[in-house]
Structure formats: C-alpha cells, structure tokens
C-alpha cells in the first residue's frame, strides 16, 4: 500500500514562495509518474502538475505554468512543487498523488492520493 505525506505547506503572503514535498515511505512510487493538485476552499479539486517517473517529462495546468515547478528525487522518495510568486488565489488543500503507470496520462486519474497540505496566501 503506498503512503503518500505531503510537507512544507504554511502561511505566506502574496509574492512569497513555498516548497512542498511529499514523501512515499512505501518506496513504492519510483517507478510511477506522480502528480500534484488542490482544492481551494468551496471548489472542486483541480489538476496542478505531474512527473514521469523518471523526472524526464512534465506536465502543468494553465494555473501553474510559469510560477510552478515540479521535481522529484527518486534516491529520496520525494516528490516537489515549488510554488513562487504566491497569490491569494493558489490557497487550497495541496495533495499529492501517485499513478500506477510511468507516464503522466490525463485520461487516467490517480490511483494514490496523500492527505493534503494547507497552502494559505494572503494578500
């Protein structure tokens, strides 16, 4: 069973950045693409970004390109996103996510999801 623990989440103001981690103590993830998403408050949860398991491809939704980053590191079990320029609108619930494939597909959803970590900016 994977265990997917987001870390790094806080409260910022706007144009601060933030570094999330998440962490598979399972070691179960290194072979998989992972991803990122949110839900901010009374909305529905919304793609951000994801990984190929190799770090080799990525992928970003509109509302991240440009100011988000995602990374992972594979020896650490650790998947990224660096989130600069911070806005009072990118507050939400922060999770990450694992699929049971190599590659990012956007016709496929999660099969793995953490608890969440609270991202609150204010302006």
């Known amino acids: 069973q994977v265990q997917l623990v987001e870390s790094g989440g806080g409260l910022v103001q706007a144009g601060e950045s933030l570094r999330l981690s998440c962490t598979d103590s399972?070691?179960?993830?290194?072979?998989?693409?992972m991803g990122w998403f949110r839900r901010p408050p009374g909305k529905e949860r919304e793609f951000l970004a994801a990984?190929?398991?190799?770090?080799?491809?990525?992928t970003y939704a509109d509302s991240a390109k440009g100011r988000f980053t995602i990374s992972r590191d594979n020896a650490k079990n650790t998947l990224y996103l660096q989130m600069n320029n911070l806005k009072p609108e990118d507050t939400a619930v922060y999770y990450c996510?694992?699929?049971?494939?190599?590659?990012?597909?956007?016709?496929?959803?999660?099969?793995?999801w953490g608890q969440g970590t609270q991202v609150t900016v204010s302006s």
């Open positions: 996510a694992t699929y049971r494939r190599p590659y990012y597909n956007a016709d496929t959803g999660p099969t793995y």
């Open positions: 990984i190929s398991w190799n770090g080799g491809s990525k």
């Open positions: 399972r070691r179960t993830s290194t072979n998989n693409a």
